[in-house]
Nanobody, 130 residues
Framework: QVNLVESGGGAVHDGGSLRLSCKISGYSSDSDKMGWFRQTPGKEREGVARVDGNGRTLYSDSVKGRFVISKDNAKNILYLQMTNLKPEDTAVYYC????????????????????????WGQGTQVTVSS
């Protein structure tokens, strides 16, 4: 059984930083595709970042240059380092693993279009105040 558990969310001020972690069990992170998504009330879940088994990453335009996705394969943990946070980054952040659909050479920066995950975590809240 695949289990994804996020942690590291919290409340910060505009310009602050947070690091989200996703502990993975029942699934190996070292060879496959994973990512982070976020969702605010009344809106669709949005892809933020993804990483493949070769370490190749893709970021949405809204976070490019501020967020970094990484994996610790030895610990089976996925991370999202978030810096220069803005109030519009406020959302519930979800870890995702494996895939239903994955476009290798994504024609845009839309993680949402090019990655449809199979497994999801329960989410962790990130709140950025101005």
């Amino acid at each position: 059984q695949v289990n994804l558990v996020e942690s590291g969310g919290g409340a910060v001020h505009d310009g602050g930083s947070l690091r989200l972690s996703c502990k993975i069990s029942g699934y190996s992170s070292d060879s496959d595709k994973m990512g982070w998504f976020r969702q605010t009330p009344g809106k669709e879940r949005e892809g933020v970042a993804r990483v493949d088994g070769n370490g190749r990453t893709l970021y949405s335009d809204s976070v490019k240059g501020r967020f970094v996705i990484s994996k610790d394969n030895a610990k089976n943990i996925l991370y999202l380092q978030m810096t220069n946070l803005k109030p519009e980054d406020t959302a519930v952040y979800y870890c995702a693993a494996d895939y239903i659909n994955w476009v290798d050479d994504c024609p845009s920066s839309s993680v949402s279009v090019c990655y449809h995950p199979r497994f999801w975590g329960q989410g962790t809240q990130v709140t950025v105040s101005s």
